[in-house]
Nanobody
């Protein structure tokens, strides 16, 4: 059973950093592609970043490229999202999502490709 839990959100000033984490209730993330999404008030959920099961492939939304880094921490069974140079436009609820894959290098960008979602963690960036 997959139960995703996000953590690490909070309030930060513009230009600051946060590190979000996505955990699978203490279970391994092996065999899953993982993605991060966000939803700002009054807006649709949007793709942020994705990583393959192997960790070899990553993909970012243009709006976060160069500022956000997705990775896999196999020792802790988490998928962190390191965010630097945060902007007020980054304010949103951030969700992680996972889907089992047979191909270790496959990544998923379309939200419809993910079966499992966490409850989200709030990130607020003040100006």
């Amino acid at each position: 059973q997959v139960q995703l839990v996000e953590s690490g959100g909070g309030l930060v000033q513009a230009g600051g950093s946060l590190r979000l984490s996505c955990a699978n209730s203490g279970r391994t993330f092996s065999g899953y592609a993982v993605g991060w999404y966000r939803q700002a008030p009054g807006k649709e959920r949007e793709f942020v970043a994705a990583i393959s099961d192997s960790g070899d492939n990553t993909y970012y939304a243009d709006s976060v490229k160069g500022r956000f880094t997705i990775s896999r921490d196999n020792a802790k069974n988490t998928v962190p999202l390191q965010m630097v140079s945060l902007k007020p436009d980054d304010t949103a609820v951030y969700y992680c999502a996972a889907h089992p894959v047979l191909e270790p290098t496959a990544i998923r960008i379309d939200a419809r490709g993910y079966d499992y979602w966490g409850q989200g963690t709030q990130v607020t960036v003040s100006s």
